[in-house]
């Protein structure tokens, strides 16, 4: 049973245009979540986290929103550059959880020159 | 700067064999995971450690064992593998209380 859902394998964007990625959740008991980015040979990078106290959180180029009455959560990246060409996954986390993360399927994004 | 280190890049095994990967971290990390990642799924975990000698199962931990003897060392064990044990093995490590979690570069396991 997929918690952590995202439903978009790949995406492509023009460079300069915004990026979003989409990411679902069924566990009422998520209360962190956390994106990564991650490069072909590479391991995962950690991107930018929100906690469920809030429904933004910005970092730079990086924006994540929380829909906690949606269990949605969306990356914004603006402006996209052809280095933000990677595979995102979402990830989610809870008090007890023992610092356990669930991850999504994870999208593939493109941006196009 | 935070580094993660796994043993080997690419692995190629035979079915039955005995196989370890090695991971090792030097930011002095309490917790240690180990994931597999496959087309499709993401990442899944496998074990996970939150101290020395001390061992969690994640979601899969079906035909894997584990060993921590030492804080910066989390050894995955596949006591016989077999074909559907193919896959990308990622470590992780995280402070006690972080959600944080860094990672190595990952090993890629074919087992044949």
């Known amino acids: 049973d997929q918690q952590v859902k995202q439903n978009s394998p790949s995406l492509s964007v023009q460079e300069g245009r915004i990026s979003i990625l989409n990411c679902d959740y069924t566990?009422?008991?998520?209360?962190?979540f956390l994106w990564y980015k991650k490069y072909p040979a590479e391991g995962p990078t950690f991107l930018i986290s929100i906690s469920s106290i809030k429904d933004k959180n910005e970092d730079g180029r990086f924006t994540v929103f929380l829909n906690k009455s949606a269990k949605h959560l969306s990356l914004h990246i603006v402006p996209s550059q052809p280095g933000d060409s990677a595979v995102y996954f979402c990830?989610?986390?809870?008090?007890?959880?023992?610092?356990?993360?669930?991850f999504g399927q994870g999208t593939r994004l493109t941006i196009n020159p | 700067d935070v580094k993660v280190t796994q043993s080997s890049r690419y692995l190629v095994k035979r079915t039955g064999e005995k196989v370890f990967l090695e991971c090792v971290q030097d930011?002095?990390?309490?917790?240690m995971f180990w994931y597999r990642q496959d087309p499709g799924l993401g990442l899944r975990l496998i074990y996970f450690?939150?101290?020395?000698?001390?061992?969690e199962k994640g979601d899969i931990p079906e035909g894997y064992s584990v060993s921590r003897e030492k804080k910066e060392r989390f050894s995955l064990i596949l006591e016989s593998a077999s074909t559907n044990q193919t896959s990308m093995y990622l470590c992780?490590?995280?402070?006690?209380?972080?959600?944080?979690?860094?990672f190595g570069p990952g090993t890629r396991l074919t087992v044949t």
């Open positions: 992780a490590s995280s402070l006690h209380h972080s959600y944080e979690q860094y």
């Open positions: 930011m002095d990390h309490e917790n």
């Open positions: 450690s939150y101290d020395v000698k001390m061992k």
């Open positions: 566990n009422s008991m998520f209360d962190y």
């Open positions: 990830a989610a986390s809870w008090a007890q959880g023992a610092q356990k993360l669930v």
